[in-house]
């Protein structure tokens, strides 16, 4: 099963930026879908970003417009440019891969705050 490995999250201010990036330890390019979910304390874990193999790519309706999800092949890596953040953004950011068997594989966690 690949290894997810999250970086990127921080403390930064009512409309601001961040940008989340995941590592697989191998090549994601056999992937079904790569994304992002997230946590909020006292919340389900709920969708915000994901892109296909073939370029497809859903956002959650609370990120439209804010995030943009990418994913680069040649580095094994998916990114998550997260723009005019809000408090409500706060919570803890994990990538999620999926294969085309359906078979799941979750990073640890990033943690994004979002205060002034």
């Known amino acids: 099963q690949v290894q997810l490995v999250e970086s990127g999250g921080d403390l930064v201010q009512p409309g601001g930026s961040l940008r989340l990036s995941c590592a697989a330890s191998?090549?994601?390019?056999?992937?079904?879908?790569m994304g992002w979910n997230r946590q909020a304390p006292g919340k389900q874990r709920e969708l915000v970003a994901r892109?296909?193999?073939?370029?497809?790519?859903n956002y959650g309706d609370s990120v439209k417009g804010r995030f943009t999800i990418s994913r680069d092949n040649a580095k094994n890596t998916v990114y998550l440019q997260m723009n005019s953040l809000k408090p409500e953004d706060t919570a803890v950011y994990y990538c999620?891969?999926?294969?085309?068997?359906?078979?799941?594989?979750w990073g640890q966690g990033t943690q994004v705050t979002v205060s002034s």
């Open positions: 999620k891969a999926v294969t085309y068997s359906l078979s799941v594989s």
């Open positions: 892109v296909t193999k073939g370029g497809v790519r």
């Open positions: 191998g090549s994601i390019s056999g992937f079904y879908s």
